[in-house]
C-alpha cells in the first residue's frame, strides 16, 4: 500500500506543480512582451523629442535670417559673413532633417498608440 501512496502523492503534486509552471511561463512571457513595448516606447519618445528639436532649430534659423540686406559695404560684408556662418550651421542640421522621414518609417512599425502623428512630421518638414 505504501507504493501506491508513493506513486499517488507523485501524480498529485505533478499535476498540482503543472498550474505553477504554466502560470510561471504565462508571467515571463508577459514580462518580457512589456520589456519590447517598453523599448518600442522609448525610441518613439526619442523621435518625438528630435523631431520637436529639429522643428525648433528650424524655426530659430529661419527667425534669424535679418531682412535688411545692408546700407553701405560694410554691413553687406558683415553680412555676408553672418550667412557663410549660417549655412555652415545649417549642414549638421540638414543630417539630422534627412534622417528624420527614414526613423519616422521604423516608428510607424514599432508604435501600437498610434503616438507618432505621421501628418503633424509632414507638416514640420514641409515648413
Known amino acids: ?9 507523485c501524480q498529485y503534486l505533478h499535476f ?3 498550474p505553477f509552471r504554466q502560470s510561471w511561463s504565462t508571467l515571463l512571457e508577459h514580462v518580457e512582451a512589456r520589456e519590447q513595448k517598453l523599448a518600442g516606447a522609448g525610441e518613439i519618445h526619442r523621435f518625438n ?4 528639436d529639429a522643428l525648433s ?3 530659430e534659423k529661419y527667425a534669424s535670417i535679418p ?5 553701405d559695404t560694410k554691413a553687406v560684408l558683415s553680412y555676408q559673413k553672418k550667412h557663410e556662418g549660417f549655412e555652415n550651421e545649417l549642414v549638421a542640421l540638414e543630417a539630422q532633417v534627412f534622417i528624420t522621414p527614414f526613423a519616422c518609417s521604423k516608428m510607424i512599425k514599432i508604435d501600437v498608440t498610434g503616438s507618432v502623428n505621421i501628418q503633424y512630421v509632414q507638416y514640420c518638414w514641409s515648413i
Open 1 to 9: 500500500m505504501p507504493a501506491i501512496f508513493h506513486v499517488l502523492h
Open 16 to 18: 498540482s506543480i503543472f
Open 49 to 52: 523629442r528630435d523631431v520637436e
Open 57 to 59: 532649430r528650424i524655426q
Open 67 to 71: 531682412e535688411d540686406l545692408g546700407r
